[in-house]
């Protein structure tokens, strides 16, 4: 479908007409409330008014006025999404996407009760929190209420490496010491304090290590030091942070916090195993530490039986400091910091006021507590726990048909598919990964790949997804790694007989090119830029 305007105006000249900016975005907003100008014909059209370049012109206006390093998905190919409703995105066309990976749009996209909700207190009220107010009040009691008992105070930011920053200047104050152990793979927030403590940043670039980080391998049974056949491996690798502490300790080093996802994201939906926390925990508390969960991918109910990720290791695990952000304001920009009454006041003790213009406004609280009366009202946790349980079904039948899958693990809506090249070695198929995520998007579902390999489809779709989109997303899923694996088997074929997958190939595959795909997996993968951190 073309563009919505024929004229192609030149770079920086808005659409429309001479009204300007400000009269066009008012008369889209109020086409937009009212509802006007809907079908073109096409599902979601009504996006087609939302746009005020065309997506060529938007590209080029990216390219010079935002930042280089502010990467789009999809960067051989970015989309333009002008609108988007539950789980579906629709671009500057009108063209559908089912959106498989936005934790943020969390009760799912613009839903009329947040938007209502801060609509309404948009136009009462918005103002710091030195003011007394109820929402903010409400929202931590709230919050609270979620958590276990001794996680009472609350601290409001607006983004979740802020709330990071600010647990960290938590740990430090509260002993007075320094130092914090890391997962690898980790990425806990952009600022500089983050950077430092996230090695799936500072690995990648110039970025040393430095000497208060330490970092402990990640707990994955999968790829990891110490694998599902191990005896124990949350012990191992809860052995491997004591190791570090005692090292640490040796060279007159001491440890302020331990800090760690309940569930590791980018590092490749990795999830620990059972009896690693409290272990941690144990010596990081001797070592007069705490224990940071960072819940800003992970909380909310995403993992469906619990409300927060670390409550799946049981009731005998409490952190010290929670951190959340992303699906907390369903898109609108807040975050926060949850811990103790003692650590709380230990930071008061330093005299420095904590003051955050934004956070815990009126209308952030507002947003906050109608995405918690939806997460309630619409039993999200439960279809969590129903789609993701059926998603997985469905892609355990995909790994026994697929050699490219090499594993699934997840829970509830927060589910990895760990693709290889080979089922022994377990090597990443980071190439054939990236393939298959930008077929998905021909077939319009929206997919990243990330891990330290970028080889493990992320998917962790709004809570709204349903049984009848994890079985579309399975079929697309499905055909391309049908075809991806012809044009593997081919090249193996030619070059070895042994290691090679013996598949029946349905006649139709037989007349396919064989070697399309995987030509096409390596030029995809040489124009890509993208670094995911979502
Ligand atoms: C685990 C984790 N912590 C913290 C952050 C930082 O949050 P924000 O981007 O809101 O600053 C992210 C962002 O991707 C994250 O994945």
């Known amino acids: 479908m073309p563009p919505v305007t024929p004229d192609a105006p030149g770079e920086g000249t808005p659409r429309g007409t001479a009204a300007g900016k400000a009269g066009r975005w008012g008369s889209l907003a109020r086409q937009a409330l009212a509802g006007e100008r809907e079908s073109r014909?096409?599902?979601?059209?009504?996006?087609?008014?939302?746009?005020?370049?065309?997506?060529?012109?938007?590209?080029?206006?990216?390219?010079?006025?935002?930042?280089?390093?502010?990467?789009?998905?999809?960067?051989?190919?970015?989309?333009?999404?002008?609108r988007a409703q539950g789980q579906y995105m629709f671009d500057e066309r009108g063209e559908q996407y089912l959106d498989c990976?936005?934790?943020?749009?969390?009760?799912?996209?613009?839903?009329?009760?947040?938007?209502?909700?801060?609509?309404?207190?948009?136009?009462?009220?918005?103002?710091?929190?030195?003011?007394?107010?109820?929402?903010?009040?409400?929202?931590?009691?709230?919050?609270?209420?979620?958590?276990?008992?001794?996680?009472?105070?609350?601290?409001?930011?607006?983004?979740?490496?802020?709330?990071?920053?600010?647990?960290?200047?938590?740990?430090?104050?509260?002993?007075?010491?320094?130092d914090v152990i890391t997962l690898d793979h980790a990425y806990h927030g952009h600022l500089s304090s983050l950077i430092e403590i996230s090695p799936y940043k500072f690995r990648k670039g110039k970025d040393v290590k430095k000497e208060f980080v330490h970092v402990a391998p990640t707990p994955d049974t999968y790829r990891g030091k110490y694998r599902e056949d191990h005896a124990d491996p949350a012990g191992a690798y809860a052995d491997e942070v004591k190791k570090i502490i005692e090292e640490a300790h040796n060279s007159g080093r001491k440890i302020a916090a331990f800090i760690a996802e309940s569930m590791q994201s980018c590092g490749?939906?990795?999830?620990?195993?059972?009896?690693?926390?409290?272990?941690?925990?144990?010596?990081?508390?001797?070592?007069?530490?705490?224990?940071?969960?960072?819940?800003?991918?992970?909380?909310?109910?995403?993992?469906?039986?619990?409300?927060?990720?670390f409550q799946m290791h049981g009731e005998d695990f409490v952190p010290d400091i929670v951190t959340m952000g992303k699906p907390m304001g369903n898109g609108h920009p807040m975050a926060c910091v949850v811990t103790t009454k003692e650590i709380a006041e230990a930071f008061s003790s330093s005299g420095m006021e904590?003051?955050?213009?934004?956070?815990?406004?009126?209308?952030?609280?507002?947003?906050?507590?109608?995405?918690?009366?939806?997460?309630?009202?619409?039993?999200?946790?439960?279809?969590?726990?129903?789609?993701?349980d059926y998603l997985t079904e469905l892609l355990n039948k995909q790994k026994a048909k697929h050699t490219l899958i090499g594993d699934i693990r997840g829970i509830g809506l927060f589910i990895g598919i760990d693709?290889?090249?080979?089922?022994?070695?377990?090597?990443?198929?980071?190439?054939?990964?990236?393939?298959?995520?930008?077929?998905?998007?021909?077939?319009?579902?929206?997919?990243?790949?990330?891990?330290?390999?970028?080889?493990?489809?992320?998917?962790?779709?709004?809570?709204?997804?349903?049984?009848?989109?994890?079985?579309?997303?399975?079929?697309?899923?499905?055909?391309i790694l049908t075809v991806v694996e012809e044009a593997i088997g081919a090249r193996s074929e030619s070059v070895t007989s042994e290691n090679t997958p013996c598949r029946t190939k349905a006649p139709d595959q037989l007349t396919r090119?064989?070697?399309?795909?995987?030509?096409?997996?390596?030029?995809?993968?040489?124009?890509?830029?993208?670094?995911?951190?979502?």
């Not at 599902?43 to 935002?66: F, N, V």
């Not at 009691?141 to 647990?167: I, K, Q």
């Not at 939906?269 to 991918?297: L, M, T």
């Open 101 to 178: 990976i936005n934790n943020v749009a969390h009760v799912g996209h613009c839903h009329p009760e947040v938007v209502t909700a801060a609509l309404k207190q948009m136009e009462l009220l918005n103002t710091n929190s030195r003011f007394l107010h109820d929402n903010i009040v409400e929202y931590a009691r709230r919050l609270s209420a979620t958590l276990p008992e001794t996680l009472s105070v609350c601290y409001f930011t607006n983004s979740g490496s802020e709330a990071n920053d600010l647990a960290l200047r938590l740990a430090r104050q509260f002993r007075g010491h320094q």
């Open 419 to 479: 693709l290889v090249k080979d089922q022994q070695k377990r090597t990443p198929a980071t190439d054939e990964a990236q393939h298959v995520i930008y077929k998905m998007k021909e077939k319009q579902v929206l997919l990243s790949a990330d891990g330290p390999h970028r080889n493990v489809l992320k998917i962790k779709p709004p809570m709204c997804f349903t049984e009848e989109d994890a079985k579309f997303m399975v079929d697309q899923l499905d055909e």
């Open 354 to 388: 904590y003051f955050n213009t934004y956070g815990g406004n009126p209308v952030s609280s507002a947003i906050g507590l109608a995405v918690l009366n939806v997460i309630e009202s619409e039993d999200l946790q439960g279809n969590a726990t129903r789609v993701g």
């Open 268 to 309: 490749g939906q990795i999830i620990p195993p059972a009896g690693y926390f409290q272990k941690v925990a144990e010596y990081v508390h001797r070592a007069g530490g705490v224990f940071i969960a960072d819940e800003v991918q992970v909380g909310f109910g995403r993992v469906g039986k619990h409300f927060w990720s």
């Open 513 to 534: 090119p064989l070697t399309t795909a995987h030509e096409s997996i390596h030029m995809l993968t040489s124009l890509l830029l993208y670094t995911p951190s979502g």
């Open 41 to 82: 014909g096409a599902p979601g059209s009504r996006a087609t008014m939302c746009e005020l370049y065309s997506k060529q012109d938007t590209l080029a206006l990216r390219r010079k006025h935002i930042g280089p390093s502010c990467k789009v998905f999809f960067a051989a190919d970015p989309i333009k999404i002008v």
